[in-house]
Every structure is written in structure tokens, then in C-alpha cells.
T-cell receptor, first 113, second 114 residues
Framework: DAGITQSPRYKITETGRQVTLMCHQT?????MFWYRQDLGHGLRLIYY???????DKGEVPDGYVVSRSKTENFPLTLESATRSQTSVYFC????????????FGPGTRLTVL | AQSVTQLDSHVSVSEGTPVLLRCNYS??????LFWYVQHPNKGLQLLLK??????LVKGINGFEAEFKKSETSFHLTKPSAHMSDAAEYFC????????????FGKGTMLLVSP
């Protein structure tokens, strides 16, 4: 049971490039989330999705795009990466019946040069 | 609106001594409260959660937390620290009225010395 996986685990890119971070879950949870983790800030919500084709902005959505065509996948795209987007990105899921309890993936460490 | 404040950015203890990680919250509605732990270079793992039942909540690895509404606190404790407890701990709040996103504290790094 893979649960929730993220790929790649590590990524180095250059400013201005487009980058897509993948998140895949095998639980069929309704809700999926993207967070970024930076020193001194804890985790901040970027975007979330309540179901396929339903997405909403979180606290820090600028510079990011998401889509959710299938329940199990929730990719996060940086359309034109900036150095300030260097961070660790976590995907999380939760079920509709226990929507406040979230399960986290292992994270993707992104460096933008 | 909801918010959470972790009162210490770092806590240092010796192995075998008690652990106390402090958390205060603010919530417009009845809150759900969580503690998550993150070991180095790992994802977050749920330690325990409070959703409205018993105010003293027991979690994994001997941790527990007490919900005190009058003090708006949800402090995490453990009677005896183990070296493997060294990690970063996050207090998290969510409003229970309808669906609400989670709000994370900035984290407390627990250091355990031999």
C-alpha cells in the first residue's frame, strides 16, 4: 500500500523554468493539499482540492498552478520558477469523513538557482 | 479565523526527563487540534488529535496532550524523553464547523541529549 507518493523527491532548476511536482495517492481520499515548508514559517497552504476538478487557493498561491483531473493525482506547477520558491513541498490528503485529519507525503525538496 | 502559537522554537531536555512543548490557539469555533512530528528529512506524522471527546488525548510513542479551553492551550507532554524523540513538532488547529483548512504553528525543535 503506497499511500501517498511525491515525485521527484529532489529537484534543482533555474529561474524562469517551468517545474511540475507530482502527488499521487492510492486511498481515494477526496481532499488533497499542497504546502510549502520554510524555516521560521512552519507549513503554509498553497492550494487544495475537495474533489476532481474542484480546487481553491490557500494562503500563498501566487506563482503556482494546480489541476486535478483524476481523484488520485494533484500536480503542482511553478509556471516560471523564482528563487523565493526554493522550499520543501508537501502533498497531503484527507478523507471526506475525517477531513481535518491529513496524511502527508514524504516531500519534494526544490532548489531554484 | 484561527491561529496557533508555539511558545518555544527550541526545547532541550536530557534523556529520561519530562518533555513539555507549549501551544496556544485561537479559533472562532470549536476547534480540532493536532500535534504532528517531523523527523529530519521526513514527512509529517500525526502524533495525536483532539476533536471534542476527552480533553486528555493520548497519542503514539507515549505522548499526550490536554485541551484546556479556559487557557486556549493544547500542550504536548511526555513523562520520559527518548533519544528518538528528537524532531520538530507542530501544533495545528482547525475549526470544526464545516470543512476548514489546517493552520500550522511555526514548530518547536526538540533536542534530546544523552
Amino acid at each position: 500500500d503506497a499511500g501517498i507518493t511525491q515525485s521527484p523527491r529532489y529537484k534543482i532548476t533555474e529561474t524562469g523554468r517551468q517545474v511540475t511536482l507530482m502527488c499521487h495517492q492510492t486511498w481515494s481520499h477526496s481532499y488533497m493539499f499542497w504546502y510549502r515548508q520554510d524555516l521560521g514559517h512552519g507549513l503554509r497552504l498553497i492550494y487544495y482540492s475537495a474533489a476532481a476538478d474542484i480546487t481553491d487557493k490557500g494562503e500563498v498561491p501566487d506563482g503556482y498552478v494546480v489541476s486535478r483531473s483524476k481523484t488520485e493525482n494533484f500536480p503542482l506547477t511553478l509556471e516560471s520558477a523564482t528563487r523565493s520558491q526554493t522550499s520543501v513541498y508537501f502533498c497531503a490528503t484527507s478523507s471526506a469523513s475525517s477531513y481535518n485529519e491529513q496524511f502527508f507525503g514524504p516531500g519534494t525538496r526544490l532548489t531554484v538557482l | 479565523a484561527q491561529s496557533v502559537t508555539q511558545l518555544d522554537s527550541h526545547v532541550s531536555v536530557s534523556e529520561g526527563t519530562p518533555v513539555l512543548l507549549r501551544c496556544n490557539y485561537s479559533s472562532s469555533y470549536s476547534p480540532s487540534l493536532f500535534w504532528y512530528v517531523q523527523h529530519p528529512n521526513k514527512g509529517l506524522q500525526l502524533l495525536l488529535k483532539y476533536t471534542s471527546a476527552a480533553t486528555l488525548v493520548k497519542g503514539i510513542n507515549g505522548f499526550e496532550a490536554e485541551f484546556k479551553k479556559s487557557e486556549t492551550s493544547f500542550h504536548l507532554t511526555k513523562p520520559s524523553a527518548h533519544m528518538s524523540d528528537a524532531a520538530e513538532y507542530f501544533c495545528v488547529v482547525s475549526d470544526r464547523s464545516g470543512y476548514s483548512t489546517l493552520t500550522f504553528g511555526k514548530g518547536t525543535m526538540l533536542l534530546v541529549s544523552p
